[in-house]
Nanobody, 123 residues
Framework: QVQLVESGGGLVQAGGSLRLSCTAS???????AGWFRQAPGKERDLLAA????????WYSGSVKGRFTISRDNAKKTVYLQMNSLKPEDTAVYYC?????????????????WGKGTLVTVSS
């Protein structure tokens, strides 16, 4: 069993930055990790993903060049650095991990989800 706890969300002005953290408990060796977000009335979408070693990353077009995913396996923590934030980035952000090898991870291949952290970007 893996438990994920996100932190770092909050209110920020457009153009600002936030760094989200996701700390895991339990076995995380060889997991793929990802950050998803869900805005009100919309589906939960994958934003960024990273493999176990950090050698492969994937980004959605909406965040590529602005967000960076990274991980520190010794700390069992995955990060999402978010720069140049826009009001349309406002959503609940979820950390997720999977032991399944499909790349990039999809909602239906995720084994464990965090409870989410709210990011609000004001204009």
């Amino acid at each position: 069993q893996v438990q994920l706890v996100e932190s770092g969300g909050g209110l920020v002005q457009a153009g600002g930055s936030l760094r989200l953290s996701c700390t895991a408990s339990g076995r995380t060796t060889s997991t793929y990790a990802g950050w998803f977000r869900q805005a009100p009335g919309k589906e939960r979408d994958l934003l960024a993903a990273i493999n176990w070693s950090g050698s492969y990353t994937w980004y959605s077009g909406s965040v590529k060049g602005r967000f960076t995913i990274s991980r520190d396996n010794a700390k069992k923590t995955v990060y999402l650095q978010m720069n140049s934030l826009k009001p349309e980035d406002t959503a609940v952000y979820y950390c997720a991990v999977t032991f399944q090898t499909g790349w990039p991870p999809r909602n239906y291949t995720i084994d464990y989800w965090g409870k989410g952290t709210l990011v609000t970007v004001s204009s």
